[in-house]
């Protein structure tokens, strides 16, 4: 059961066909629903680790993935610390260049994501 109309429009996001999702990673081709998911996903063409856990140190590439991290681990369930957040920049990494295409169904728009 949803609570939320919003939370059930989100969930009914996850049953597109892979025509319907409207952005495309254009390193591997894989699509996405939600702009959101794509940024999400480009971290994994990249090595670097923005996030890192502030009781053992681990690095992961997003806060979902620290957020799951924290919990499994450590069973912490609080927010996340700001000093969990890496202040560096990534090093440049000419697989994912700055300047990210995203291929909304017809037409592609060039959008700059910062990791």
């Given at each position: 059961a949803f609570f939320r109309k919003r939370n059930l429009k989100v969930h009914m996001l996850t049953h597109m066909s892979e025509a319907e999702?409207?952005?495309?990673?254009?390193?591997?081709?894989?699509r996405f629903s939600k702009k959101a998911f794509l940024v999400n996903?480009?971290?994994?063409?990249?090595?670097?680790?923005?996030?890192a856990c502030e009781v053992c140190g681990s690095q992961v590439k997003t806060k979902d993935s620290l957020k799951q991290h924290r919990k499994r681990v450590h069973k912490l369930v609080t927010p996340l610390p700001q000093a969990c957040v890496l202040q560096q920049e990534p090093e440049f990494d000419p697989k994912l260049n700055i300047s990210t295409t995203v291929v909304v169904k017809e037409e592609t728009v060039i959008e700059e994501f910062q990791f």
């Open positions: 999702k409207r952005f495309a990673c254009h390193i591997c081709s894989h996903h480009l971290t994994t063409h990249s090595s670097f680790r923005r996030y």
